[in-house]
């Protein structure tokens, strides 16, 4: 038996040497990264107004009580030895002050048109002062009136000077502390929401931006 030997010499197709295709598709697509720094700069700012927002808050609590004081001082003044005519209200929860430039004896009357209507003054507890426009004010009696209307008030104290005015304590817990604690819980509240959501969008930005960059990369 003889065996045939022969070859082809004819054209023989070439391998392709082209890039290797991924088994998991093309490459991801390349692009600014999200979501963007932007979002990190506003919510810094949106905190920067919320503590303007709260500073000027405040100030208007501390203006609040500033005017409140102004309306517990006396708004008229008379010397010792008159009389005069005021008109009392006891809902505004009344009180005699008086100012003097050194310690000195001093009696104060309320009298009304109905002699048999009980008027009271009782002496202030404690020391209670406040100064407003210049003058130092320390309440001496608060009084107390059936109704309102208008009272005879006489006092005597040499070289002091007296007046009709509210009692400090209960307008302060009334009206004053209300304004001042307006103003410091927007001082503080305000700021701290502001502050919560700025490093809560920081956080998120930077995490999701961690995560974009990896994808981007080819690492998942």
């Known amino acids: 038996m003889t065996a045939q030997y022969g070859q082809n010499y004819g054209q023989q197709p070439h391998p392709y040497y082209g890039a290797p295709q991924s088994p998991y598709g093309g490459p991801p697509p390349q692009g600014p990264i999200r979501p963007r720094i932007l ?42 030895g008159e009389t005069v005519k005021v008109t009392i209200d006891p809902a505004d929860s009344p009180a005699i002050w008086a100012a003097a430039g050194q310690p000195t004896d001093v009696q104060c009357q309320v009298t009304g048109a109905d002699p048999s209507r009980q008027i009271t003054l009782d002496k202030a507890a404690g020391s209670q002062t406040l100064t407003y426009d210049g003058t130092e004010w320390e309440m001496l009696f608060t009084i107390g009136v059936p109704a309102k209307g208008e009272y005879q008030v006489a006092c005597d104290g040499e070289g002091v000077t007296f007046g009709v005015g509210k009692q400090l304590l209960s307008a302060v817990t009334a009206d004053a502390a209300g304004g001042l604690v307006g103003g410091l819980a927007a001082l503080v509240i305000l700021p701290g929401l502001g502050f919560l959501i700025a490093v809560i969008v920081t956080i998120v930005v930077l995490v999701r931006r961690g995560r974009a960059r990896r994808r981007m990369m080819g690492m998942y």
């Open 39 to 80: 979002w990190i700069v506003l919510s810094w700012v949106f905190f920067l107004v919320t503590l303007v927002v709260g500073g000027v808050l405040f100030a208007a609590g501390v203006g609040s009580t500033i005017a409140n004081i102004g309306e517990i001082a006396p708004s008229s003044s008379f010397q010792g």
